[in-house]
DNA sequence: AGTACCACCTGACGGC
DNA sequence: TGCCGTCAGGTGGTAC
């Protein structure tokens, strides 16, 4: 049982892995802790992380957006952001370590829990709490959190791009580029449309939709080939067609990212 | 203050 | 065949 980072680690894939974690690494004994590149880390050096983790163990964990934070023991909290390629494998035998493991931990029982990532977007950290990691980041509510009535009041203040704000962390954490894309196509409207247009009854369904996919791909475990077949996400693509009206889906860019959605069915 | 955009990073892919 | 440019995307820093 292991997790591969199917897709770009968003809230739904960071979920996932916070449950792997817990069902697979808490509370066992540090025997070592091997930093395999430096770059991985961020506000500690590697002998002050080993110091921290070594003869101690992993207590509990949390989720706020797209980061992890596990628990050391009754200290501070280790802080785990995935990137874009970044995902964690626990394991027994070494034999299975994973390509581009960054960070490497072996328990006293003899497994071994890695952090891979290819590119080395991810960022391993810590942190006194939740609360001071989530204030350093200046990060907004929780998009699995956030009720109704928060995320009109938010959207009341804002005159962005719906695109541009739905993935900025500091409005409302967790969302990326893929799942805007989505939550957008299934709300029907446009990427570039401002979001000052959107009418109550609208902000409302766009609030629907984000719910709508976020739960859906927790459903699913964020594997891709498992959501609903009318999904964007799972045809995301270069000339593909949309399933609803079968027109070609069009694509624009956003401070460097690629939004895609449909013509016809976004307005 | 609020918003927009680029650098960072690596591998896959297409064009010539 | 092989090289080179482009693309993918989350975040933090910088520029406006």
Redesign the pocket.
Request: zero cysteines; a positive charge; aromatic letters at 8%.
């Given at each position: 049982m292991w997790i591969t980072g199917d897709t770009?680690?968003?809230l739904p894939d960071v979920e996932n892995f916070r449950l792997y974690f817990q069902k697979t690494s808490l509370n066992q004994k540090i025997n070592s802790v091997q930093v395999k590149e430096l770059?991985f880390l961020t506000e500690i050096d590697q002998f002050s992380l080993q110091r921290l983790l070594t003869e101690n163990r992993f207590s509990e964990t949390f989720r706020h957006?797209?980061?992890l934070l596990v628990r050391i023991g009754t200290d501070p909290w280790l802080t785990v952001?995935f990137?874009?390629?970044g995902y964690i494998k626990y394991y027994s035998d070494i034999s299975q370590e994973p390509p581009?493991d960054r960070l490497l931990i072996n328990f006293s029982n003899g497994n071994h829990l890695s952090f891979s990532d290819?590119?080395?977007?991810g960022r391993v950290g810590v942190t006194s709490s939740p609360e001071q990691f989530i204030k350093e980041?200046?990060l907004g509510p929780d998009a699995l959190q956030i009720d109704e009535k928060r995320f009109l009041e938010l959207f009341s203040r804002?005159?962005?791009?719906l695109k541009?704000l739905l993935?900025d962390?500091t409005f409302m954490?967790g969302i990326?580029?893929?799942y805007s894309d989505e939550i957008l196509f299934r709300a029907g409207f446009l990427p570039g449309r401002n979001s000052s247009t959107l009418d109550i009854e609208e902000l409302k369904k766009l609030f629907r939709s984000v719910k709508e996919v976020i739960h859906t791909a927790l459903k699913a475990h964020a594997v891709k080939k498992l959501f609903p077949d009318d999904y964007l996400l799972k045809n995301?693509r270069?000339g593909s067609r949309c399933f609803r009206c079968n027109a070609v889906m069009q694509?624009l860019?956003?401070?460097?990212?690629?939004a895609y959605y449909c013509p016809g069915c976004q307005r």
């Open positions: 770009m680690p968003e770059r957006g797209k980061n952001h990137g874009m390629t581009f290819q590119r080395i977007f980041h200046h804002k005159k962005r791009a541009t993935m962390q954490a990326g580029n893929e995301r270069k694509t860019r956003f401070g460097g990212r690629t």
